[in-house]
């Protein structure tokens, strides 16, 4: 069935994978008017709710094997991503409702920061049918064990600085990623990575690796700033041998995209990127995912966006 087959099913529900939670609550007030919203496509709209990150995958993976016209995650980064591993390469149309904390993906997507402005544009691409094909990253383990992925994958301090932080019981909210940001630099050192992009070894030693379908993550830090959703190549970042005095000093230039211009950063594009090294945990759209060594996969027009 293709995605315009669904939408043009008037008795095809629309599914909503709602996460309350997301951006810390800040949009939970709102969430009862973006349903209200997105009811006005006048066809059966199903909300899909669960406690755990996995139950929430699950209920979007059987809503697309139910037949749903279409599926919309209203949340922040960790929503999409979870929601992405249903509906990616299966053509079903998607649409995001930014209410998180970050919303990296749909502002590459130039998606309404508002939720209820994004509600109602998926309101109205749901009535005209009209999609858009947007391209998503596919990460594969040794054992074949994969994740989809839209924004960015980090393999360095940042990723680093996410594990440790998750393993901290307390303090809860930001300072948990201050202290763990301090712990890491203490400890801070290059790590030797293998690259092969599209099958070309590069062998570095560096402080940070990170492989961009999209352009930012961490809320609006442009990491892989000259990344295109739409052009089927991955960006890839390698920041090499910084101490810590110099990664601090570089940081700021991250949300304005150039920290690329100092000399100890190289930038790479590639439909295919090998990445290898020891004692390291990906993270992607900012959800915890497979150790090294991964392949990753640039897959154009995985995604059919309401748009």
Known sequence: MTDADRLSRADAPVAVLLNPSAGRGRHRDLLPDVVCRLGAVDRPVRVLTARTVEAAEAECRAAVTAGVGAVVAVGGDGTVHRAVQAVAGAGVPFGVVPAGTGNDFAADLAVPADPRAAADAVVAALRSGRTRPVDLARMTGPDGAGRWFGTVLAAGFDAIVSERANRMRFPRGPRRYDL??????????????????????????AVLVAVGNGTSYGGGMRICPYADLTDGLLDVVVGGRFDRRTLLRVKPRLYRGTHVEHPLVHTYRARTVELV?????TYVDGERALDLPVTVTAVPGALRLLS
Do not use: F, S
């Open 180 to 205: 763990a940001i301090l712990a890491e630099l203490a400890r801070l050192r290059p790590r030797r990575y293998t690259l092969r992009l599209d099958g070309v070894e590069h062998r570095v030693e």
């Open 277 to 281: 090294a020891e004692g390291i945990t």
